[in-house]
């Protein structure tokens, strides 16, 4: 079975981008045209570029989380297992790979129920492998690994990509242009859409704007620490924000500084769509929600006294999100610090139905990007080589007899 998954299919669980599966008939190469070849930055790094340590410290409460998660899936699979039934001489890793590469549950003999739980303990496991292995060799195989992906102009070259943001400045370079344009187009959007509001019922009081807003909190010393008291912060205002006057469209994105003692600052900068609102109720507001809270910070108008528009607020965040801690500044110590602080985390976040993405297609063609001839792995095959011994450890392969040698 054929899986075609849009051209930017590396971004979407960051940003929220659900991919599309469109089917196509498989096309040979003669077929596509000469491949235009994809290239990407690669920096080399040292072994002590970042404390892998720390990392798997810092890391150690999600991964045995997973465990614990897929050690219950297993249980789980054993009972459906033994309530369902299998199709004889059909093993257990076989019916994985079956159901992964999309062949039918009659033809795999396991039910929805019994496929659903394979692939979840699968992803468990794959968890619980990377959360247990080192990061570097990652970033050093970014843009390696060539992807088959074509258009109606013919086969376009593409790489596979770590998608490690705060890290990786190849991945941050290409993924920042595109969230800014993105921003750009919801901020738009949401101001038109609070501005018609406003005139529809008879436009009065202040017109909606967009305003800028800088938290900060007291430096503990732990990055993760900080990042979940801001967003607790932020979560428990803008709730209390709506109870009093209504929803409202915002956005926001993170933002890691090294600091003079070197521990790391982190920020968060939120862009929103306001009416008149009073200040010193909602810096008290925000001090209730977050108690360790340092800093809180509304931009002032623009150097030139003109209203913020949503090119220049895009322009603004994006700004922080092409930031990471593969500069200079930052040290290996610190570096764990935020990859272990904002794994698993959103880089950007927004309101509901904030984003107005359009579909990536081809500029020539305008057509949608498609994966071809692709050859899919199971996640444990990929991930957890070690697994596959587990399955078929003590087991021999039977002889041309069709008996087991002795």
């Given amino acids: 079975m054929n899986r075609y998954l849009p051209h930017n299919s ?19 190469p003669s077929e596509l045209g000469s491949p235009r070849v994809a290239t990407s930055v690669r920096r080399p790094r040292s072994p002590d570029w970042i404390d892998e340590h720390h990392r798997r410290e810092k890391l150690t409460p999600v991964r045995v989380e997973w465990e614990a998660r897929a050690t219950r899936l297993n249980h789980e699979v054993v009972t459906c297992r033994a309530r369902v039934g299998a199709l004889a001489g059909l093993d257990e890793l076989h019916s994985e790979t079956d159901y992964r590469r999309g062949r039918g549950f009659a033809e795999s003999g396991h039910s929805l129920e019994m496929a659903g739980l394979l692939r979840r303990r699968a992803y468990a496991v794959a968890r619980v492998a990377r959360l247990s292995a080192d990061i570097t060799p990652r970033l050093d195989g970014c843009g390696i690994e060539p992807i088959p992906i074509a258009c109606a102009c013919g086969l376009v070259g593409a790489v596979k990509t770590c998608r490690q943001w705060w890290l990786c400045g190849a991945c941050r370079g290409k993924r920042s242009p595109q969230l800014g344009q993105d921003i750009r187009r919801g901020l738009d959007a949401a101001l038109s859409a609070e501005v018609k509001r406003w005139g529809d019922n008879g436009g009065r009081g202040q017109k909606p704007q967009l305003i800028l ?6 430096h503990t010393g732990d990055i993760s620490a900080d990042q979940t008291a801001l967003a607790e912060g932020w979560r428990k205002l803008y709730k209390r924000l709506n ?4 929803k409202f469209p915002y956005v926001g994105v993170w933002e890691v500084t090294k600091g003079r003692d070197g521990l790391g600052h982190v920020h968060m900068h939120i862009a929103c769509v306001w ?28 150097r ?18 092409s930031k990471g801690v593969d500069v200079d500044g930052f040290t290996p110590y610190l570096r764990a610090e935020v990859s272990a602080a904002f794994y698993n985390q959103r880089s950007v976040i927004s309101s509901a139905h904030f984003w107005r993405r359009e579909p990536k297609c081809c500029a020539t063609c305008h057509c949608r990007y498609r994966l071809v001839e692709i050859e899919r792995l199971p996640i444990v095959e990929r991930i957890a080589p070690f697994a596959i011994e587990l399955y078929f450890h003590g087991i021999e392969p039977p002889s041309n007899g069709g008996t087991n040698e002795t």
Avoid at 16 to 28: C, E, F, K, N, Y
Avoid at 243 to 246: K, M, N, V
């Fill in 304 to 321: 030139d006294r003109k209203a913020s528009t949503a090119g220049s607020i895009g322009n603004y965040l994006g700004k922080y999100i």
């Fill in 275 to 302: 009416r008149y609102r009073e200040w010193k109720r909602i810096r008290a507001q925000w001090e209730r929600a977050c108690p360790s809270s340092m800093h809180f910070d509304i931009k002032p108008p623009r």
């Fill in 10 to 28: 590396d971004v979407g669980a960051s940003s929220g981008i659900v991919a599309r599966l469109t089917r196509s008939r498989r096309r040979a």
């Fill in 213 to 218: 807003l800088t938290f900060s909190t007291k």
């Fill in 243 to 246: 109870e009093d006057d209504g």
